[in-house]
């Protein structure tokens, strides 16, 4: 077999990695259930959750829940300490000035157990 090294072979090669790596997956959304711990805000707003195995889930709160908690900077007490299932996905984190530091695991949707 003939080894194509042109810079269309390599563009080809390059488009299909990207592809690979951006097409949605079929597989279920990974989630976690736990309790929730807390919630604080600096440039960015996090919720921790403690998992079954005690141990601690921090990530940028992003589901619809978090929308007015963030706009205040502050979750209702009556949730900590809740059962919840958090569906995983990535978000980008901001520094206080609007630039892109990178991504982290976010809390992408919250359902409350009880």
């Given at each position: ?50 998992d079954s195995k005690k141990t601690e889930q921090v990530g940028l709160?992003?589901a619809p829940q978090c929308k007015t908690w963030n706009e205040q ?42």
């Open positions: 077999m003939k080894q194509m090294s042109s810079p269309l072979a390599l563009a080809l090669f390059v488009s299909a990695c990207v592809l690979a790596q951006t097409t949605p997956s079929l597989a279920k959304d990974k989630t976690i259930t736990g309790k929730i711990r807390g919630f604080e805000c600096g440039d960015n707003c996090y919720l921790t959750i403690v709160c992003v900077v502050a979750m209702p007490r009556r949730y900590k300490g809740k059962r919840v299932t958090v569906t995983l996905g990535k978000a980008q984190q901001f520094d206080d000035s609007g630039n892109v530091m990178g991504e982290m695991m976010s809390f992408k949707k919250i359902e409350f157990l009880d």
